[in-house]
């Protein structure tokens, strides 16, 4: 059993208050950029010319997400255009066209997209651009669902009243009128409730959320991105053990993955994890196949260690301007969270920090190979894969978590480590001070908050003093001095994987010898063979049968256990 000085169950010492949220500012109304005008005055004219040259009346409503940012005084440049009594194709194709032989406007052509449950897609859109705005059209419409099926049993025309009932919450159930340039807020909620930061469903919230589980998530997304507050109602209604199984069993996990990598993208990820756990959701997302768990190695830990584990994450990130109490008083090293600022970086810790209750656990697959948990859940749970470098990045924070925890204090050793592929691995969005970071929140999980936790932070930062006293941050990234065809030039032997060998022991050397050049190096090299200490017939036979060796790898992994951390 996971043994922590964390009192389990306790989550008012984790979570940030919601009393300190502030009500948003909201404009009393929406200001149009000049290409927004442009767009709204030829939606009108057409709208008008429809209906004189063809008989066909609708109207056109701009809806959801758009009209609430611009409220917040947010940039949208994704339009979503209701339209009554008329399908989305038919209209885009005509209004296309209008702008082509009528008034000579560039546009693109129209993109028919399918209808497409699986991923909330209940009726063809039309898609297109026009003065550099996304626009997608569709219909106003009303949805029944069965009981068990998040696919409507019927859809039909509706109106606007019946349109907004349907969304997932009020604030997203608002609309732009185009020719009246006004809002509509037909629930007659939307507007309080993006006034007074509430987040609410147009119906009751049971209902809402039996018509399609997805909109739990949703409703966390939206809270965490806004720092709104849920209505008990609804939090209650998340709770409930048949939402909660639809929510694992019914939705397709690509949906599920897909909120979840917006939440860890957004300014606020810790704040999804709190939602999260406090609606009881953990299990319910990180959802995996019995064939998967029945193998596992061992249970998974408490799902509040990952929200411990990410609130830890969240206070070391915090700048040092930024107001308010904190949880640690020693300071991460600033190299410590230097590269993990920008918004892909941020997404995998807080990935990774969220999944730590996985950690340590294995399963095996079909065919009797052994992988990480964690790897299943980003796979399998969220069908994630290699999005955001989330599957090659998150599993080698972990596997970077076991190699630096006891990391050494000699200027090789410490080299090779910090140049393991798990440790630092560029390519795959992954480099040494990132997995120092996290193999920090995990040694501080269990550690709760006191004098051993900024002992071990002190240890981080002196460590990382060490390096760049070294001069080693600088040489993760440098190249042998020597390649391939230069070590058979200076030793003989033909070509093989024997040469990788010896090449990572000129990287031993060049760390050794920070100031030394590629001669003085291939005249090491020699002298090595001639003493015997470098002998080319028992590396091609150690190497032989196709058999590469990454040496610098393995004396790295070597030096590190027969060392300690000082």
């Known amino acids: 059993m996971f043994r922590s000085n964390w009192r389990l169950g306790h989550r008012f010492s984790i979570l940030r208050g919601m009393a300190t949220r502030t009500a948003p500012q909201i404009k009393d109304k929406i200001e149009l950029s ?10 009108d004219e057409f709208t008008r010319h429809l209906e004189t040259q063809d008989g066909i009346v609708t109207a056109c409503r701009i809806n959801g997400g758009w009209v609430r940012d611009k409220l917040l005084n947010y940039e949208c440049n994704d339009v979503d255009i209701c339209l009554a009594d008329m399908m989305g194709v038919p209209f885009a194709e005509r209004f296309v066209m209008f702008l082509s032989e009528k008034k000579d406007v560039p546009v693109h052509k129209v993109t028919k997209i399918e209808s497409n449950p699986d991923q909330s897609k209940h009726l063809e859109t039309a898609r297109t651009t026009l003065f550099g705005i996304d626009l997608d059209f569709v219909n106003l419409r009303s949805e ?8 409507p049993t019927d859809v039909k025309f509706g109106t606007p009243l019946e349109d907004a009932l349907r969304r997932d919450i009020t604030i997203n159930t608002l ?52 720092g709104f507050a849920m209505t008990p109602e609804l939090e209650d209604a998340a709770r409930d053990q048949g939402i909660q199984e639809a929510l694992s069993s019914k939705i397709s996990r690509e949906r599920i993955g897909e909120e979840f990598d917006k939440m860890m993208k957004a300014v606020d990820p810790l704040q999804a994890i709190q939602l999260i756990h406090g609606m009881s ?138 140049r393991h592929p798990k440790v630092h691995k560029p390519m795959s969005g992954s480099h040494w001070s990132l997995s120092l970071l996290f193999s920090l929140v995990c040694e501080l999980v269990p550690l709760g908050y006191g004098e051993a936790a900024e002992e071990c932070i002190r240890r981080y930062n002196a ?54 050049d590629k001669d003085t190096c291939v005249a090491w090299l020699m002298e090595e063979q001639k003493s015997g200490r470098l002998n080319i017939e028992d590396l091609v036979k150690s190497s032989s049968g196709g058999k590469r060796v990454h040496a610098e790898n393995k004396e790295g992994a070597r030096k590190s256990k027969r060392t300690s951390w000082q």
């Open 463 to 516: 460590f990382t003093n060490r390096v760049q006293e070294l001069g080693l941050d600088d040489l993760v990234d440098a190249k042998p001095l020597l390649n391939g065809n230069e070590v058979i030039s200076a030793l003989g032997g033909k070509p093989g994987p024997w040469t990788a060998v010896v090449l990572g022991k000129v990287v031993e050397w060049q760390l050794e010898h920070p100031s030394g």
């Open 144 to 151: 029944e669902y069965s009981e068990h099926s998040r696919i």
């Open 281 to 418: 959701l953990y299990h319910s997302i990180f959802h995996l196949p019995t064939t998967i768990i029945d193998t596992a190695s061992a249970a998974v830990a408490p799902a509040e260690l990952s929200l411990v584990a990410c609130t830890i994450l969240y206070d070391l990130l915090l700048p040092s301007s930024s107001p308010g109490p904190r949880k640690f008083t020693t300071r991460p090293h600033p190299t410590l969270i230097a590269h993990a600022n920008d918004r892909g970086t941020r997404a995998r810790l807080f990935l990774s920090a969220s999944l730590y209750s996985f950690a340590g656990v294995t399963y095996e697959d079909h065919k009797h190979k052994i992988h990480p948990l964690v790897e299943a859940v980003i796979r399998e749970g969220l069908k994630l894969g290699n999005k955001n470098y989330y599957l090659d990045g998150v599993p080698a924070l972990f596997d970077a978590c076991r190699t630096t925890q006891g990391t050494p204090s000699e200027r090789v050793a410490i080299g090779l480590a910090l």
């Open 175 to 226: 609309f732009y009128n185009v020719h009246t340039r006004t809002v509509e807020d037909f629930t007659e909620k939307g507007l309080d409730d993006l006034r007074n930061g509430i987040i609410r469903t147009p119906l009751p919230p049971l209902q809402t959320f039996r018509d399609d589980p997805l909109r739990v998530i949703r409703c966390v997304r939206f809270a965490s991105r806004f």
């Open 34 to 43: 000049d290409a927004e005008v442009n767009l709204c005055n030829l939606l």
